[in-house]
Nanobody
Framework: QVQLVESGGGLVQAGGSLRLSCAAS????????LAWFRQAPGKEREFVST????????YYADSVKGRFTISRDNAKNTLYLQMNSLKPEDTAVYYC???????????????WGQGTQVTVSS
């Protein structure tokens, strides 16, 4: 079992920045690929970004490429998402996720966090 707890969400103006964190406990953190997903009201949960076990490989949704940066610190069992140049359409609940590999769809996720709300005002 892996327990994931997100933090760092909040209200920010368009153009601003936020840094999300996801603290993990349980089984070996670096045994999993990690990812961020988000879900806006009335919409399906969508992929945002993923990072490989050692952090050497990352992948982003086109909608956030160049604005968001995913990273992980395996010594601290923590995943991060640095979000810059935020837009109102980034408003959503952001979820941390862990899976065996290629965590780019919800079907690849083995463990979910509880989510943290990000609201971007125009």
């Amino acid at each position: 079992q892996v327990q994931l707890v997100e933090s760092g969400g909040g209200l920010v103006q368009a153009g601003g920045s936020l840094r999300l964190s996801c603290a993990a406990s349980g089984r070996t953190f670096d045994s999993y690929d990690l990812a961020w997903f988000r879900q806006a009201p009335g919409k399906e949960r969508e992929f945002v970004s993923t990072i490989s076990r050692a952090g050497g490989s990352t992948y982003y949704a086109d909608s956030v490429k160049g604005r968001f940066t995913i990273s992980r610190d395996n010594a601290k069992n923590t995943l991060y998402l640095q979000m810059n140049s935020l837009k109102p359409e980034d408003t959503a609940v952001y979820y941390c996720a862990a899976g065996a590999a290629a965590v780019i769809t919800t079907s690849r996720v083995d463990y979910w966090g509880q989510g943290t709300q990000v609201t971007v005002s125009s």
